[in-house]
């Protein structure tokens, strides 16, 4: 056995170590997008496709990692990532020490060959990812779909004889990663499966807190609850004042934003959201673009602390005419 085998062998026997001794995993706040409200720190794709450590208590990045990569979630002790597709057909999971951003191992997966593994956003297509910490193991289930670049709309059949306009083939699947003899091993999910249908985000009937009125959204641990309130804006027309709750009805905190509602969590008095991209005239008349944004704000003032630019999973770019 070559030195490099044995040291990546021996890093791996460590990692799943560290495993059996953590117990709690970060969320998932958005599509790559992991926050650890316990810990403090944050596993946050940046703009150009590298994934970032950051704290959350000022937004230091502590690691980012040496080749792109799209972070999925923290299972085994492993920050798994799905790394940049090379080519239709196939995608490349990374298993990454979340202390460092080290690889310590890479698992290449076969899809149907016209699947592009990609996240980085593109016209007419979109890959997205969702992992899910089983106690046999980690299970990756994978969705793509494709809509035919059109100017305007066409109507069409679909698969059961119906007309649909501009429709959208999809292909799915799973695989579970299975460890074998200190190594990852990627095993096709045969049966048609589909991930753990998420609740709602809007609160329904008898799950809304009573006396707040309005929408109520809740957030990605579901221990609090939004109620966005819209107010007129000069530049942006309308924003929203958004009151946080905990769950026993008490208002712990307030945010403005141009949106209604955003993915969220609180920690202490951090209210910590993926907030969209959005522009405006300022108030010199130039107009001014934000990005899509991981935002750390703090709740009793309303005041953002920090802010991170991440990668939109979302092709907003030029289309047909």
Do not use: C
């Amino acid at each position: 056995m070559g030195a490099k085998t044995m040291k990546r062998k021996v890093l791996l026997i460590a990692l799943l170590a560290m495993a059996e001794a953590s117990q709690a995993a970060p969320l998932v706040l958005s599509p790559g997008v992991l926050v650890d409200t316990e810990t403090g720190l944050a596993f946050a794709a940046n703009r150009n496709g590298f994934t970032q450590q950051l704290q959350l208590s000022d937004g230091t990045s502590i690691w980012t990692s040496p080749e792109q990569a799209f972070p999925l979630g923290v299972a085994d002790g492993f920050l798994v990532a799905l790394a940049r597709a090379e080519a239709p057909g196939s995608a490349n999971v990374l298993l990454m020490d979340p202390n460092t951003g080290n690889v310590a191992d890479r698992i290449s997966v076969d899809l149907p060959e016209p699947v592009s593994a990609s996240f980085f956003p593109q016209p007419g297509q979109r890959f997205e990812a969702t992992l899910q910490d089983t106690e046999e193991g980690m299970r990756f289930y994978w969705r793509h779909e494709v809509r035919a670049l059109r100017g305007a709309a066409m109507v069409e059949l679909d698969a059961g004889g119906n007309e649909v306009i501009n429709p959208v083939t999809v292909t799915s699947g799973a695989f579970d990663l299975v460890a074998h003899q200190n190594r990852q091993l990627a095993i096709p999910v045969r049966a048609d499966v589909a991930p753990p249908v998420a609740p709602t985000i809007a609160l329904q009937g008898a799950e809304r807190i009573p006396g707040i009125a309005g929408e109520q959204y809740r957030a990605a641990d579901d221990r609090h609850v939004l109620s966005p309130e819209a107010k007129p804006h000069d530049a942006l027309r309308q924003i929203y004042t958004w009151s946080v709750y905990d769950r026993d009805g008490n208002r712990v905190g307030h945010y403005t934003s141009p949106y209604a509602r955003a993915p969220y969590l609180v920690r202490n008095s951090q209210l910590i959201l993926r907030e969209q991209p959005f522009a405006h005239a300022g108030t010199n008349g130039q107009w001014q673009e934000h990005s899509t944004r991981l935002v750390v704000a703090d709740l009793q003032t309303g005041r953002e602390l920090w802010d991170f630019e991440i990668l939109d999973h979302q092709y907003r770019g030029p289309t047909p005419p």
